[in-house]
């Protein structure tokens, strides 16, 4: 159990258009979902948690109004990079915790983005 | 704020040999996770060390816990090449149960015939 599904694993577009990448926990509900993006060669850097049915918090430095995360349901939350940009290129990769009380999380397969 | 820092960054040995990677934290922070991560791949839970003088091991690698400390350790023994990839160590801040998490710099391993 405890899967945690990314999808596209791998999306390309065009500078200035926006691209959503969803996360699905498959087998469980997630009251909170993490997003991390890591550039190459370097370490996951946290992005936003995000509990359903409210708002994301992000880290600071974490352009909310360009990062734009949804976490409508126990089992789905998206991430929607806006006005996309080639420095936005990055794997982006979400993570789901059952509960408030679980000691872990399960990370999604990672989604490459590349902005052209 | 929690910073998580790891050394060596960069780890090349030979198959069959010992070697220990550190994972440094500068909070206070109540357990401690370990992950592999293979080129292009998201990450894979290798341990989670839930209290001070936690030791887990699974095959030929063993993880621990010092909370007194604040440091992990991350054992390799004998070797192998398919150990080869980048091992993150990563903890939350204070004492909280989250999995809002802080992740090292990552150690690159390469293990060689």
């Known amino acids: 159990g405890a899967v945690v599904s990314q999808h596209p694993s791998r999306v390309i577009c065009k500078s200035g258009t926006s691209v959503k990448i969803e996360c699905r926990s498959l087998?469980?509900?997630?009251?909170?979902m993490f997003w991390y993006r890591q550039f190459p060669k370097q370490s996951l850097m946290l992005m936003a948690t995000?509990?359903?049915?409210?708002?994301?918090?992000?880290e600071q430095g974490v352009e909310k109004d360009k990062f734009l995360i949804n976490h409508a349901s126990l089992t789905l939350s998206t991430l929607t990079v806006t006005s996309a940009h080639p420095e936005d290129s990055s794997f982006y990769i979400c993570?789901?915790?059952?509960?408030?009380?679980?000691?872990?999380?399960?990370f999604g397969q990672g989604t490459r983005l590349t902005v052209v | 704020e929690l910073k998580v820092e790891q050394n060596p960054l960069f780890l090349s040995m030979q198959e069959g040999k010992n070697y220990t990677i550190y994972c440094n934290y500068s909070?206070?922070?109540?357990?401690l996770y370990w992950y592999r991560q293979d080129p292009g791949k998201s990450l894979e839970s290798l341990f989670v060390?839930?209290?001070?003088?936690a030791v887990k091991q699974e095959g030929r690698l063993m993880a621990s816990l010092d909370t007194k400390a604040r440091l992990s350790t991350l054992h390799i023994t004998a070797a192998v090449h398919d150990l080869s990839a980048t091992y993150f160590c990563?903890?939350?801040?204070?004492?909280?149960?989250?999995?809002?998490?802080?992740f090292g710099e990552g150690t690159q391993l390469t293990v060689n015939p």
């Open positions: 993570s789901a915790r059952k509960g408030a009380a679980d000691t872990e999380a399960f």
């Open positions: 087998d469980f509900q997630a009251t909170t």
């Open positions: 995000s509990n359903e049915g409210s708002k994301a918090t992000y």
């Open positions: 909070t206070t922070s109540d357990r």
């Open positions: 060390l839930l209290s001070n003088g």
């Open positions: 990563a903890a939350p801040p204070g004492e909280t149960s989250g999995s809002r998490l802080t």
